[in-house]
């Protein structure tokens, strides 16, 4: 699958990154990393609430990453997160457990999301960039075709201090497609990037990404749009979709010629002897007989 970043652990690695930066959204917050409480990867990006300020007019925890320039997003279906809410702090609950992620383009429109999460417990969600998102501003489009900033800001309780929220994972993912390669006659051979498989095959992967499909077997004939190469660039599809190499059919197998009965049974040497025998005696009695009949 295609994501931003391409390795969706790499925003959780450092601090800055080739795309951009993390920090705080608010003066009260520290961002840093925290390489105990992770779910993979060396690190993950931790946001703690420490109160020295009180400019936080949301009350909560505010992470930010920060693009060095606008990232046109417009390719990407949904954003993933994979985070963690500390659940208490000295025996006290930590958050309320509502929090709110925001995409912001260098015009100031964006894009929010409300969602709940439980404390304590690490959780993935996925949002469909088009759909689960509430607009301010002029269009889906607009926004995420100039994205600046990423926040994510879960609240926190009141009157308790040090709260840490943990963001594992954070990306972009494209759509998946399916594409399916068959062969007439199937069980041919063909490489997919390089990679041996055999017809009938599908391959499910974000669409728009281009791969090449090399057909295997001296006997290949076209594919079903004419093309005789047997080497063909693809494009996984929006949805599912289905390319059909044609091979030349084998010769029919030779059979041998049938052996024909022979219009009489074949009759052992010793017995045609025998036969001879006999009619050669039935000729002499008959000629004895009509030698008989002139005397």
């Given at each position: 699958?295609?994501?931003?970043?391409?390795d969706?652990?790499?925003?959780?690695?450092?601090?800055t990154?080739?795309?951009?930066?993390?920090?705080?959204?608010?003066?009260?917050?520290?961002?840093?990393?925290?390489?105990?409480?992770?779910?993979?990867?060396?690190?993950?990006?931790?946001g703690?609430?420490?109160?020295?300020?009180?400019?936080?007019?949301?009350?909560?925890?505010?992470?930010?990453?920060?693009?060095?320039?606008?990232?046109?997003?417009?390719?990407?279906?949904t954003?993933?997160?994979?985070?963690?809410?500390?659940?208490?702090?000295?025996?006290?609950?930590?958050?309320?457990g509502?929090?709110?992620?925001?995409?912001?383009?260098?015009?100031?429109?964006y894009?929010?999301?409300?969602?709940?999460?439980?404390?304590?417990?690490?959780?993935?969600?996925?949002?469909?960039?088009?759909?689960?998102?509430?607009?301010?501003g002029?269009?889906?489009?607009?926004?995420?075709?100039?994205?600046?900033?990423v926040?994510?800001?879960?609240?926190?309780?009141?009157?308790?201090?040090g709260?840490?929220?943990?963001?594992?994972?954070?990306?972009?993912?494209?759509?998946?497609?399916?594409?399916?390669?068959?062969?007439?006659?199937?069980g041919?051979?063909?490489?997919?990037?390089?990679?041996?498989?055999?017809?009938?095959?599908?391959?499910?992967?974000?669409?728009?990404d281009?791969?090449t499909?090399?057909?295997?077997?001296d006997?290949?004939?076209?594919?079903?749009d004419?093309?005789?190469?047997?080497?063909?660039?693809?494009v996984?599809?929006?949805?599912?979709a289905?390319?059909?190499?044609?091979?030349?059919?084998?010769p029919?197998?030779?059979?041998?010629?049938?052996?024909?009965?022979p219009?009489?049974?074949?009759?052992?040497?010793?017995?045609?002897?025998?036969?001879?025998?006999?009619?050669?005696?039935?000729?002499?009695?008959?000629?004895?007989?009509?030698?008989?009949?002139?005397?």
């Amino acid at each position: 699958m295609s994501t931003l970043p391409e390795d969706p652990e790499a925003w959780s690695e450092s601090l800055t990154t080739d795309d951009g930066y993390w920090a705080e959204m608010f003066y009260d917050i520290s961002v840093g990393l925290d390489v105990v409480n992770k779910k993979s990867g060396e690190a993950c990006i931790a946001g703690k609430y420490l109160n020295v300020w009180p400019h936080n007019p949301f009350l909560g925890v505010g992470i930010r990453f920060m693009f060095y320039s606008p990232k046109d997003l417009r390719g990407y279906k949904t954003i993933n997160l994979f985070h963690l809410l500390q659940a208490a702090v000295n025996g006290k609950p930590a958050f309320t457990g509502e929090c709110v992620i925001y995409l912001v383009a260098d015009n100031d429109n964006y894009l929010k999301k409300k969602f709940g999460t439980i404390p304590g417990v690490w959780e993935t969600k996925v949002w469909d960039l088009y759909k689960d998102f509430e607009l301010v501003g002029s269009s889906v489009e607009g926004v995420l075709s100039r994205v600046i900033t990423v926040v994510v800001i879960c609240s926190v309780e009141a009157e308790v201090y040090g709260q840490h929220c943990f963001i594992d994972r954070i990306y972009f993912a494209k759509a998946l497609g399916t594409l399916y390669v068959t062969s007439e006659p199937t069980g041919k051979t063909f490489t997919f990037d390089g990679r041996g498989f055999i017809t009938p095959h599908g391959f499910r992967g974000a669409v728009g990404d281009r791969h090449t499909i090399v057909m295997g077997d001296d006997t290949f004939l076209k594919w079903e749009d004419g093309s005789t190469s047997r080497t063909r660039e693809v494009v996984i599809p929006d949805g599912t979709a289905t390319i059909k190499a044609h091979y030349k059919e084998a010769p029919p197998e030779e059979k041998p010629p049938e052996e024909k009965p022979p219009v009489f049974p074949e009759i052992p040497r010793e017995a045609w002897i025998g036969l001879g025998v006999v009619l050669l005696g039935v000729l002499s009695l008959f000629a004895y007989g009509e030698y008989a009949k002139r005397r």
